[in-house]
């Protein structure tokens, strides 16, 4: 199940402030957000684990909006997870992944194969 940042958030501040502690962490997020999506004690030791092997939790989002669409630049990328262009240029790095663009040429129409003609007989 999926988090918004937002949530991701939130569930990080209750965890801290319940020192550490997933299974009160995931009751008192209940309580305080209860129109939203519940998560269990396993979510929260998730995030936990995933924010101190990583130390950020935005470094996954980045490296899967780049996995599922390789064309975007890292403008787009900043704009869609709300990272700063820096930190998501620092992550590419880190990971090894290299901004590239695909180009698409005109497509060729009848002309091409005749100035194609007078270009070699002018040559020669």
Same mark, same amino acid.
């Given at each position: 199940?999926?988090? &918004?940042?937002?949530?991701?958030?939130?569930?990080?501040?209750? @965890? #801290?402030?319940?020192?550490?502690?997933? @299974?009160?962490?995931?009751?008192?997020?209940?309580?305080?957000?209860?129109?939203?999506?519940?998560?269990?004690?396993?979510?929260?030791?998730? !995030?936990?684990?995933?924010?101190?092997? =990583?130390?950020?939790?935005?470094? @996954? &989002?980045? @490296?899967? =909006?780049? =996995? $599922?669409?390789?064309?975007? &630049?890292?403008?787009?990328?900043?704009?869609?997870?709300?990272? &700063?262009?820096?930190?998501?240029?620092?992550?590419?790095?880190?990971?090894?992944?290299?901004?590239?663009?695909?180009?698409?040429?005109?497509?060729?129409?009848?002309?091409?194969? $005749?100035?194609?003609?007078?270009?070699?007989? !002018? #040559?020669?």
């Amino acid at each position: 199940m999926k988090f &918004s940042k937002e949530e991701m958030v939130d569930m990080t501040f209750i @965890l #801290g402030e319940c020192d550490r502690n997933s @299974l009160l962490a995931s009751r008192v997020y209940a309580q305080r957000f209860p129109d939203e999506r519940q998560s269990d004690a396993r979510c929260f030791e998730k !995030l936990l684990i995933k924010f101190i092997e =990583t130390g950020n939790i935005n470094q @996954l &989002s980045v @490296l899967l =909006t780049v =996995t $599922e669409d390789p064309n975007k &630049s890292q403008r787009e990328i900043s704009q869609v997870t709300y990272i &700063s262009q820096t930190f998501v240029q620092r992550i590419l790095k880190v990971n090894k992944f290299h901004a590239f663009h695909v180009r698409l040429h005109q497509k060729p129409n009848y002309q091409d194969y $005749e100035n194609r003609i007078n270009f070699f007989q !002018l #040559g020669n």
